[in-house]
């Protein structure tokens, strides 16, 4: 089996917990084929005792210092090892290479909560459940803390704090973006509409409702909530894209709307001049549009940002081929 397949493998083994396997394929298998922070990583993985994990992980990161699946993992043995100050200091370094990372939020507000340091792991705990609404692990621990602290007057007005954290347009936000991810329309529509009660004027919430409303063919409406958002933030790079893509889903043939993507596409790649799908975009439309030498310059663009672009080439060689001989 090649590499990826062998790291597969050993995942699901310690998913299943069978980690006497695991352990036995990055000994025989991965030891062999792999790198050597692979093997020290997996080997602290697959490992079953909290000490073999710690030294598995630190092993790790003297090879590959900037790692964060390292960082975090060695976070959390230290956690385990009960030293909750160095297991923080680890939190915090992820948190730096990734701010949204919604499951370091939690493991740091558990360190927190094993020093006793109740409103900063509280604080924690909010953060996870606000970039991650669906992180149940995150929601448990913050029921149990309080519960916890319920009856104590010291803590009445951070438990006060806390509930209305929930109430914040980017909890809502972010949950929508969940529901939506996991097939839940209605869902993800519903608290959406919680974000514009909260929050009228964030322009992404309209972007995201659109896209929404594209999946269900909706597609007039989807023009109303792109233009919505770009109505609100003018830089909303993406809903510019989005609105463009109409005329492909309609397969239009109308001049006037082609131009009109077209234009859509240009402040796209004006605003991020390296959007390889907004110039492919933009490629079609003007063969569609009959314009083929506009075309060849926009695939040329993408060849200077991705040698490599198949698509681009396949599409440059067809123009050349069919309409320019």
């Known amino acids: 089996m090649n590499k990826k397949e062998l790291l597969n493998k050993i995942e699901n083994f310690v998913v299943d917990k069978n980690y006497a396997a695991a352990r036995k394929l990055v000994r025989n298998d991965l030891k062999r084929t792999g790198t050597k922070f692979e093997y020290y990583f997996y080997m602290g993985f697959a490992s079953t005792d909290a000490m073999e994990r710690l030294k598995n992980f630190e092993k790790a990161i003297e090879i590959e210092p900037d790692n964060l699946d390292a960082i975090i993992n060695l976070a959390n043995a230290k956690d385990e090892m009960g030293d909750y100050d160095s297991a923080i200091e680890g939190y915090n370094l992820a948190l730096e290479k990734d701010v949204n990372n919604a499951l370091v939020y939690n493991n740091r507000g558990f360190s927190y909560f094993h020093k006793g340091e109740y409103e900063n792991a509280l604080n924690d705990y909010n953060k996870a459940i606000m970039l991650s609404p669906k992180l149940k692990i995150a929601q448990y621990n913050k029921d149990e803390l309080l519960r916890l602290l319920k009856d104590d007057e010291n803590f ?3 438990i006060q704090n806390s509930e209305e954290s929930n109430l914040d347009y980017r909890y809502y936000f972010n949950l929508g973006i969940q529901e939506a991810n996991q097939g839940n329309i209605n869902e993800a529509m519903l608290a ?7 929050k009228p004027d964030f322009a992404p919430v309209y972007m995201f409702i659109g896209i929404l409303e594209f999946q269900k063919e909706n597609y007039d409406k989807a023009y109303e909530y792109y233009s919505k958002s770009i109505d609100i933030d003018s830089k909303m790079t993406d809903a510019y894209f989005n609105r463009a893509q109409i005329v492909f889903a309609t397969k239009t043939d109308d001049k006037r709307k082609l131009e009109a993507a077209l234009k ?4 796209a790649v004006e605003l991020d001049n390296k959007f390889i799908d907004a110039y492919y975009s933009m490629a079609v439309i003007y063969k569609n549009l009959g ?7 926009m695939l040329d663009k993408i060849l200077e940002i991705d040698e490599q672009s198949v698509n681009a080439r396949a599409l440059k060689k067809l123009l050349i081929k069919k309409y320019l001989n």
């Open 291 to 297: 314009e083929y030498k506009p075309a060849i310059e």
């Open 264 to 267: 859509d596409l240009q402040m």
């Open 192 to 198: 959406y509409n919680k974000v514009i009660g909260l």
């Open 156 to 158: 009445q007005e951070i």
